[in-house]
């Protein structure tokens, strides 16, 4: 059986005992059904890992010795911003999932004009808490020890008067330019994917006034969740570690 990891969001030293998080307990004795002495490996954000052994396992309580600490990095060498026109569904969770996954260091959901979600304020705290749980079990399942920002929920005309020094590219299907064709960038990449039925022209308009380069990935109109995690997968495979 492969070692579970899991994320402690508090201070990890070695020889130390640690109480897992009511989530982590409920994986780690309810669902994966662990006993004591059972090895595992926990992060909690600093970019290293920890091997542990459960030292008390039961239904409601899960406690951990922390045996030693492992400096081990997978993070990609491109440094990739993802903003993500907010999609209905499970199309978001997905595309915040996978790019976690494909090594995104930096998350900003975008509401746009053609966005069809609409909640309240603190309706959009529990998506952002529901977010973070998914980039925390893609970090698990993925091997990565940094756990990507997770911005808050921002409008576009925001989010294209922030100040970047990335290279700014948005999704277009009627550019000429393709992302083979996209000159390397050291200061990393802001990659701007719209939601379903694209950016209005306004919008495409505005992110060129921003400094946005619109890019292409065919003549084929690509579902937006297709399209950000193609996106992501073409840039670390010229730029990255893919």
């Known amino acids: ?54 030292a008390l396992a039961k239904k409601r309580e899960v406690v951990a010795m922390v045996d030693a600490k492992l400096s081990l990095s997978v993070e990609s060498p491109l440094p990739i911003h993802l903003g993500q ?20 260091q930096e998350i900003t959901p975008i509401i746009t004009e053609r966005c069809v979600v609409k909640l309240s304020p603190e309706r959009w705290q529990k998506k952002q808490q529901q977010w973070q749980k998914i980039i925390v079990g893609a970090c698990e399942q993925s091997g990565r020890n940094s756990l990507p920002k997770l911005n808050d929920v921002v409008t576009l005309n925001d989010w294209v008067k922030q100040s970047t020094s990335e290279l700014r590219l948005t999704l277009d299907p009627k550019s000429e330019q393709r992302m083979s064709q996209l000159p390397y960038s050291h200061q990393g990449i802001r990659l701007m994917i719209g939601p379903e039925g694209g950016f209005s022209d306004r919008e495409v308009y505005i992110s060129k006034e921003a400094g946005y380069a619109s890019v292409s990935m065919g003549p084929r109109i690509l579902r937006t969740e297709t399209a950000a995690l193609t996106s992501i997968a073409i840039l670390q495979s010229q730029f990255g570690d893919i």
Not at 14 to 43: Q, W, Y
Not at 85 to 104: A, F, H, N, W
């Open 1 to 54: 059986m492969q070692i579970p990891r899991i994320f402690h969001p508090d201070l990890l030293a070695t020889d130390s005992k640690v109480t897992l998080t009511p989530d982590a307990t409920n994986h780690v004795a309810n669902v994966l059904r662990l006993k004591e002495e059972h090895p595992i490996v926990l992060f909690n954000g600093d970019g290293n890992e920890y091997s542990a052994h459960i």
């Open 85 to 104: 026109g907010i999609s209905k569904g499970d199309r978001m969770d997905l595309v915040i999932q996978k790019s976690v996954e494909l090594g995104v």
